[in-house]
């Protein structure tokens, strides 16, 4: 446990570390963007003027100080001033964050169940298994910002209630609850569905795949011999038995769905943390690109950590070595 | 009685290839029958087949039928009413046998709430654990967490717990300790007796089967090669697999050496004829397009054998021997057998005429009464003493057996050379592997050498060599042993053993080593002169009989005189 903490800490170190030295590998700078429409340079600010927006964000120090002096202020809960959106880092991905946690959940959540339940299927009937497989390797090979966009003609330009981006209707005010999240449900569901369709297949490969193999198992047919219902065995053995290893990949797909939620929300203009991201990366905005970037990694480090967690807690209580 | 259970020609082909049956036997209720036969025979399948637990790409003919209620085309909902409560099946013990995420308490609540009011289950399942020896407690712990022999007992408990007619065990004991595996036997004997229940055992294990079953079936790649009284089958085996799997086996070979049946290349293994065809050592050219049904023994009607010569033939039978030199009579009344594949030892003191007894059958010595029949006819020693497959002696000196002079080539090859049958090539592969066989060089240097220049265990050997060229039947040896040191005659005496075993000829071992006969010899005969020869069951009862004492008369009265009387 105390190696798997230690481990945890260590990868968390080097990827703060490739965090902050990335960003400012990227060639130019961001006070020649910081002025400018859409990236193009203006001669508007004079070298005095850039000395003092250096020194006003730290930017003038070696890159070694800068590196100690932003693992100091981390530390401290300071994760620095956004200088695109001249607001705290914290702030703006506080804002933005929930959006893309909205998707990602509803994503991952989905998908595992859609996932198992068409594995499910598929145990029952041969032919249907056959069909659900074949289609599943071919959406599983399509990117999600493609399937994105083909939503994006394919329904959202066709279904009048369906809106094309965003994600509430902006300045209209909500009667109730329900009805706004109706609202917000109504946006976010062209991305989660992108989302969906390509997240399911993990899902549906990995527990078809663990379903078939705890089907060889003895015990499967120690439990037809005791006279079990078949849908007793369903669950009782194959379901129960089998899930572990889909649970494991849903943590283990935060990556992966991130990711995909990044260039997603790009997609549909939705507000999350993809569109921060992109904007941070355009303007060089070392410090937002930064604290995305950290707020990332730790979500996706502590999900391999739960998924390691949940692993090593059964096989304990259960007394099962492999 | 009511018959329990009937199986009539049940057969599984599998799409790979393996075919199991047609098989047929009857049970009836509170009979135990054991299913043995190595890995692979068949046993499981059988099983399984039974209660319909096979995959799909198992095709099952044939008919088992319950008390009259036929099993083999029942739908799902019907078996889930017969498993468990009316016949049980247990897995063999393996880590997968159970589901691991579910507490033994909640496994065995699955069966017993399918017949038990919810209230009393806790109460009988903890009785159940009782009954094979376990703590309760262990029904709060999940499979994991339990040793192989708790899991195996466990198993068993899940299989009674609905009180069936009819208990499949499939290898029950395999991981029990010496106790726990007697406690079992004794648990299922138990069950047995009082309660009219079924057992049928499927075991590798001869000592389970002949301490837990009546009956006995042997199996061999999915074909029943024997089957009857577990005692009868044990005591005299009447097919060579039986016989090869009794010879492997230490329960109930408690002292004899443990000779596995030779493992043989498949590779030529006819599809048409007997099953046993590449490890057989009696088998004649018809057995490989021909298979044994299955028929009743002559004389003994509960015995079923598979096998075109009708189970082990006898090889050598003696009858009425008898042996005068001068008026004095030297052997009288001696009735022994050989049977084909056999090791028969001939113990006795001396004087009692084994080495005489040892030439009559080898046709060295004629006797003045009695027939001697080789394969059923009378004996043509001169024809077996020259022909291949026939008979062939090794002395208990080689210096007088073996021509001194000669070259340790020629005195192999001589016996060949005799027949002709040999091109001078083929001679010489074969002396060469008969060497190799015996153990010895083969090298040129070696077989230039003269006998004489050989050490006593050499000689033997090359005597063995000598007798093993014409590929005997039977080989009779006479003291092969006496000559030599104790480490030279244990090697000896596991080089004849391993030929015997790999070239399956029987052997008539003559000595007067009683612990060296019961050894290596399957049946034993005590040879006791003129007084006739009887057959030993248990040799460790006439051990007495070798055990000498001093008589003090006889030497009181000669040496009371010279020897001072010791102070007392």
């Given at each position: 446990?105390?190696?798997?903490?230690?481990?945890?800490?260590?990868?968390?170190?080097?990827?703060?570390?490739?965090?902050?030295?990335?960003?400012?590998?990227?060639?130019?700078?961001?006070?020649?963007?910081?002025?400018?429409?859409?990236?193009?340079?203006?001669?508007?600010?004079?070298?005095?003027?850039?000395?003092?927006?250096?020194?006003?964000?730290?930017?003038?120090?070696?890159?070694?100080?800068?590196?100690?002096?932003?693992?100091?202020?981390?530390?401290?809960?300071?994760?620095?001033?956004?200088?695109?959106?001249?607001?705290?880092?914290?702030?703006?991905?506080?804002?933005?964050?929930?959006?893309?946690?909205?998707?990602?959940?509803?994503?991952?959540?989905?998908?595992?169940?859609?996932?198992?339940?068409?594995?499910?299927?598929?145990?029952?009937?041969?032919?249907?298994?056959?069909?659900?497989?074949?289609?599943?390797?071919?959406?599983?090979?399509?990117?999600?910002?493609?399937?994105?966009?083909?939503?994006?003609?394919?329904?959202?330009?066709?279904?009048?209630?369906?809106?094309?981006?965003?994600?509430?209707?902006?300045?209209?005010?909500?009667?109730?609850?329900?009805?706004?999240?109706?609202?917000?449900?109504?946006?976010?569901?062209?991305?989660?569905?992108?989302?969906?369709?390509?997240?399911?297949?993990?899902?549906?490969?990995?527990?078809?795949?663990?379903?078939?193999?705890v089907l060889k198992k003895t015990y499967v047919l120690n439990a037809k011999g005791?006279?079990?219902?078949?849908?007793?065995?369903?669950?009782?053995?194959?379901?129960?038995?089998?899930?572990?290893?889909?649970?494991?990949?849903?943590?283990?797909?935060?990556?992966?769905?991130?990711?995909?939620?990044?260039?997603?929300?790009?997609?549909?203009?939705?507000?999350?943390?993809?569109?921060?991201?992109?904007?941070?990366?355009?303007?060089?905005?070392?410090?937002?690109?930064?604290?995305?970037?950290?707020?990332?990694?730790?979500?996706?480090?502590?999900?391999?950590?739960?998924?390691?967690?949940?692993?090593?807690?059964?096989?304990?209580?259960?007394?099962?070595?492999? | 009685?009511?018959?329990?259970?009937?199986?009539?020609?049940?057969?599984?082909?599998?799409?790979?290839?393996?075919?199991?049956?047609?098989?047929?036997?009857?049970?009836?209720?509170?009979?135990?029958?054991?299913?043995?036969?190595?890995?692979?025979?068949?046993?499981s399948?059988?099983?399984?087949?039974?209660?319909?637990l096979?995959?799909?790409?198992?095709?099952?003919?044939?008919?088992?039928?319950?008390?009259?209620?036929?099993?083999?085309?029942?739908?799902?909902?019907?078996?889930?009413?017969?498993?468990?409560?009316?016949?049980?099946?247990?897995f063999q013990n393996s880590s997968e046998v159970l589901n691991?995420?579910?507490?033994?308490?909640?496994?065995?609540?699955?069966?017993?709430?399918?017949?038990?009011?919810?209230?009393?289950?806790?109460?009988?399942?903890?009785?159940?654990?009782?009954?094979?020896?376990?703590?309760?407690?262990?029904?709060?712990?999940?499979?994991?967490?339990?040793?192989?022999?708790?899991?195996?007992?466990?198993l068993?408990?899940?299989?009674?717990?609905?009180?069936?007619?009819?208990?499949?065990?499939d290898?029950?004991?395999?991981?029990?300790?010496?106790?726990?595996?007697?406690?079992?036997?004794?648990?299922?004997?138990?069950?047995?007796?009082?309660?009219?229940?079924?057992?049928?055992?499927?075991?590798?294990?001869?000592?389970?089967?002949?301490?837990?079953?009546?009956?006995?079936?042997?199996?061999?790649?999915?074909?029943?090669?024997?089957?009857?009284?577990?005692?009868?089958?044990?005591?005299?085996?009447?097919?060579?697999?039986?016989?090869?799997?009794?010879?492997?086996?230490?329960?109930?070979?408690?002292?004899?050496?443990?000779?596995?049946?030779?493992?043989?290349?498949?590779?030529?293994?006819?599809?048409?004829?007997?099953?046993?065809?590449?490890?057989?050592?009696?088998?004649?050219?018809?057995?490989?397009?021909?298979?044994?049904?299955?028929?009743?023994?002559?004389?003994?009607?509960?015995?079923?054998?598979?096998?075109?010569?009708?189970?082990?033939?006898?090889?050598?039978?003696?009858?009425?021997?008898?042996?005068?030199?001068?008026?004095?009579?030297?052997?009288?009344?001696?009735?022994?057998?050989?049977?084909?594949?056999?090791?028969?030892?001939?113990?006795?003191?001396?004087?009692?005429?084994?080495?005489?007894?040892?030439?009559?059958?080898?046709?060295?010595?004629?006797?003045?009464?009695?027939?001697?029949?080789?394969?059923?006819?009378?004996?043509?020693?001169?024809?077996?003493?020259?022909?291949?497959?026939?008979?062939?002696?090794?002395?208990?000196?080689?210096?007088?057996?073996?021509?001194?002079?000669?070259?340790?080539?020629?005195?192999?090859?001589?016996?060949?050379?005799?027949?002709?049958?040999?091109?001078?090539?083929?001679?010489?592969?074969?002396?060469?592997?008969?060497?190799?066989?015996?153990?010895?060089?083969?090298?040129?240097?070696?077989?230039?050498?003269?006998?004489?220049?050989?050490?006593?265990?050499?000689?033997?050997?090359?005597?063995?060599?000598?007798?093993?060229?014409?590929?005997?039947?039977?080989?009779?040896?006479?003291?092969?042993?006496?000559?030599?040191?104790?480490?030279?005659?244990?090697?000896?005496?596991?080089?004849?053993?391993?030929?015997?075993?790999?070239?399956?000829?029987?052997?008539?071992?003559?000595?007067?080593?009683?612990?060296?006969?019961?050894?290596?010899?399957?049946?034993?005969?005590?040879?006791?002169?003129?007084?006739?020869?009887?057959?030993?069951?248990?040799?460790?009862?006439?051990?007495?009989?070798?055990?000498?004492?001093?008589?003090?008369?006889?030497?009181?009265?000669?040496?009371?005189?010279?020897?001072?009387?010791?102070?007392?």
């Amino acid at each position: 446990m105390l190696k798997k903490i230690i481990l945890f800490i260590c990868t968390f170190m080097v990827i703060y570390t490739f965090n902050f030295f990335i960003p400012r590998l990227m060639p130019g700078d961001p006070f020649s963007y910081t002025s400018s429409v859409s990236g193009e340079d203006i001669d508007g600010i004079s070298e005095a003027d850039l000395e003092t927006m250096k020194a006003y964000y730290g930017l003038d120090r070696p890159i070694g100080a800068q590196f100690i002096n932003t693992i100091s202020s981390n530390l401290n809960g300071d994760f620095g001033q956004s200088i695109h959106y001249k607001k705290s880092v914290i702030e703006v991905i506080g804002e933005r964050l929930p959006w893309t946690l909205v998707i990602m959940i509803s994503t991952l959540v989905s998908s595992l169940l859609l996932g198992v339940s068409l594995a499910l299927v598929g145990l029952r009937r041969k032919k249907m298994d056959g069909l659900i497989y074949t289609t599943a390797t071919l959406l599983s090979e399509i990117p999600a910002f493609l399937i994105g966009i083909l939503l994006l003609f394919l329904v959202a330009a066709q279904v009048k209630f369906i809106p094309l981006s965003g994600n509430v209707t902006p300045f209209k005010s909500f009667a109730s609850w329900p009805a706004y999240w109706f609202d917000v449900f109504i946006h976010a569901l062209l991305p989660i569905t992108a989302m969906v369709i390509i997240t399911t297949p993990i899902f549906y490969f990995t527990a078809r795949g663990s379903f078939l193999n705890v089907l060889k198992k003895t015990y499967v047919l120690n439990a037809k011999g005791k006279g079990l219902s078949e849908k007793q065995i369903r669950y009782k053995y194959i379901v129960l038995n089998g899930i572990f290893p889909v649970i494991t990949r849903f943590f283990l797909s935060v990556g992966a769905c991130l990711g995909g939620t990044i260039l997603i929300e790009n997609v549909f203009a939705y507000p999350g943390l993809g569109k921060i991201l992109q904007e941070g990366v355009m303007y060089r905005d070392y410090v937002l690109i930064q604290g995305v970037f950290l707020i990332s990694s730790l979500m996706v480090l502590t999900a391999s950590f739960i998924a390691d967690l949940i692993n090593e807690g059964l096989k304990k209580t259960r007394g099962i070595n492999q | 009685m009511e018959t329990l259970i009937n199986v009539n020609a049940l057969s599984v082909q599998y799409k790979e290839g393996f075919t199991l049956g047609p098989i047929s036997f009857a049970m009836q209720p509170g009979e135990c029958l054991s299913i043995v036969g190595e890995s692979g025979c068949g046993k499981s399948t059988l099983a399984k087949a039974m209660v319909n637990l096979l995959d799909h790409n198992a095709r099952v003919s044939g008919e088992v039928s319950l008390q009259g209620q036929s099993l083999l085309n029942l739908s799902p909902q019907k078996w889930e009413a017969i498993r468990m409560k009316r016949i049980a099946l247990a897995f063999q013990n393996s880590s997968e046998v159970l589901n691991p995420l579910l507490s033994l308490g909640e496994q065995i609540k699955e069966i017993l709430k399918k017949v038990f009011p919810k209230n009393s289950v806790k109460k009988r399942s903890e009785q159940l654990m009782e009954m094979v020896g376990l703590n309760p407690e262990v029904l709060t712990q999940f499979p994991g967490q339990l040793s192989g022999g708790m899991l195996q007992r466990y198993l068993i408990a899940c299989s009674i717990a609905l009180t069936p007619q009819l208990v499949i065990l499939d290898e029950p004991t395999s991981s029990l300790d010496m106790h726990t595996k007697n406690e079992i036997i004794a648990l299922i004997k138990d069950i047995s007796r009082n309660y009219g229940v079924s057992f049928i055992t499927i075991t590798h294990d001869l000592g389970l089967a002949r301490d837990i079953s009546e009956k006995v079936m042997v199996l061999y790649k999915g074909t029943l090669l024997e089957s009857g009284n577990t005692d009868e089958v044990l005591e005299s085996p009447r097919h060579p697999y039986t016989r090869g799997l009794i010879n492997a086996s230490m329960d109930i070979q408690p002292y004899r050496d443990i000779w596995g049946i030779q493992h043989v290349c498949e590779c030529d293994q006819p599809e048409m004829g007997c099953p046993f065809f590449r490890r057989c050592h009696q088998k004649l050219n018809s057995c490989r397009e021909h298979k044994p049904a299955l028929m009743i023994e002559k004389n003994d009607s509960s015995r079923r054998i598979a096998c075109n010569r009708g189970g082990i033939v006898t090889l050598l039978e003696g009858y009425d021997l008898c042996k005068k030199y001068g008026s004095k009579a030297v052997l009288g009344n001696i009735d022994l057998q050989v049977s084909s594949g056999e090791i028969v030892s001939l113990v006795g003191q001396s004087g009692m005429g084994k080495t005489t007894l040892s030439h009559i059958l080898g046709g060295f010595l004629a006797c003045d009464q009695g027939t001697i029949l080789f394969e059923n006819e009378v004996a043509d020693f001169k024809a077996l003493h020259q022909q291949k497959k026939g008979l062939q002696m090794v002395f208990q000196d080689p210096e007088t057996a073996l021509n001194q002079n000669m070259s340790v080539y020629n005195c192999i090859a001589e016996p060949l050379t005799l027949q002709k049958s040999e091109t001078p090539e083929t001679l010489w592969l074969k002396v060469e592997q008969i060497l190799t066989d015996v153990g010895l060089p083969s090298s040129l240097g070696f077989m230039n050498q003269k006998v004489k220049t050989l050490s006593g265990g050499q000689k033997q050997r090359v005597s063995i060599a000598r007798a093993l060229t014409m590929e005997p039947k039977l080989l009779i040896a006479d003291e092969p042993t006496s000559m030599l040191d104790a480490s030279s005659k244990a090697n000896l005496i596991r080089l004849l053993k391993g030929l015997q075993n790999k070239h399956g000829f029987s052997m008539l071992f003559v000595t007067h080593d009683i612990a060296c006969a019961m050894k290596i010899s399957e049946r034993i005969y005590l040879i006791k002169g003129d007084e006739g020869i009887q057959e030993v069951k248990d040799p460790t009862k006439i051990l007495d009989y070798f055990k000498g004492e001093a008589k003090p008369s006889s030497h009181a009265s000669y040496f009371q005189d010279t020897y001072h009387q010791p102070a007392v």
